[in-house]
């Protein structure tokens, strides 16, 4: 995670190895119970798998069309009007990426000049600060603090500069759980139109909302054209592997956005796109019971969490719940994770790496519950020797 590396170049040098694959690392080497990573350990429903498998027999194996199959972006397409109200055209506003890192990451390098400002929130998912270094362009960073995460509006207005090309937002926001609100939204949107920039929206949690709701920026009044919406099927369907998202924007942008993506991955898994044109057209029951079955999940954990002694920061959305560790007597969360899979048998994710001021998320820790009950309730298990430890 430090020190030089050879042969890296200059904008990559000090991001090193993920956290995420350390933290696997030391699962598997200590046989841990992994609340680190977040991919479920159980797969979404068979009917998507069968159309994936349909997909493969009907000989939809080689390249396909570089912005994405005709069946996935109407479904997309769809989904954007079933949901939000939103209306986009599927041939020049929607663009089919190898996932939503790809998509971010495409963004970044269409639309940025070297020298241009991207003002970020943190904590962050770790590739924005990376694909926004290798843009060449420069993070502005305003801070979401427990246990409301809520960010100050003038430090906000204090990050745009005569350089600021887009505010990349995520909500609901790993790894907080933040939904932001739709005044918070309205502050941002205004802030957009004001100073005439634009809007970078990572929602592939969209569907996980607990407490709240979840407003895609784009529906606010003049946000439509100027927001790149960025979403993806692996959270909402529970197949992260197949790496199938999309981005929503107005045409002008939208080919921009495809003049990077062809050079990136060109096209994206063709049996997939099918699987998940299936996928986005399941019917109200499939959304409803997602998110209750994900609602219990994060009761059971929270509640195990509270059990052990950790102060418990409750998620209003995603599949991530945070906790301050200071309750058991620690003050360093990479210290404090890495040590966990060799002490009690659990992996979990130190969420200071998600922030440029590292203090500000010491005394947090990172749990998924998208994993099984066996597993939640076999973490939580192992996790109560911690409490007698502290004492």
Known sequence: MSGRQPHLNARLQGFGTTIFTEMTRLAIEHGALNLGQGFPDFDGPESIKEAAIEAIRAGHNQYCRMAGIPPLIAAISEHQRRFYDLSYDPESEITVYSGATEAIFAVLQALCEVGDEIVLFEPYYDSYRASVSMAGAVPRLVTLRPPSFAYDPA?????????????????????????????????????????????????????????????????????????????????????????????????????ALRCAHQ?????????????????????????????????????????????????????????????????????????????????????????????????????????????SDAVLDGAIARLQGLRGAAS
């Open 155 to 255: 430090e906000l207005e204090a990050a745009i500069t005569p350089k600021t090309r887009a505010i990349l937002l995520n909500s609901p926001h790993n790894p907080s759980g933040k939904v932001f609100t739709r005044a918070e939204l309205e502050h941002i949107a205004e802030l957009c139109r004001r100073h005439d920039i634009l809007a970078i929206t990572d929602e592939v949690y969209e569907h996980l909302v607990y407490e709240g709701e979840h407003v895609p920026l784009a529906t606010l009044p003049g946000m439509r054209e100027r927001t790149i919406q960025i979403s993806s099927a692996g959270k909402t369907f529970s197949f992260t592997g197949w790496k199938i998202g999309w981005t929503c924007a107005p045409p002008a942008i939208s080919a």
């Open 263 to 371: 050079f990136i991955t060109f096209c994206t898994a063709n049996p997939f796109q099918h699987a998940i044109a299936h996928a986005l057209r399941l019917g109200d029951d499939f959304y409803g019971e997602l998110v209750a079955d994900y609602r219990r999940r994060r009761d059971r954990l929270c509640a195990g969490l509270q059990s052990a002694g950790f102060e418990v920061l409750r998620p209003a959305g995603t599949y991530f719940a945070l906790t301050d560790i200071r309750p058991l007597g620690h003050d360093d969360d990479v210290e404090f994770c890495r040590s966990l899979p060799a002490r009690v048998g659990v992996a979990a994710i130190p969420p200071s790496v998600f922030y440029e001021g590292r203090h500000e998320g010491r005394h947090l820790v990172r749990w998924a519950f998208c994993k």
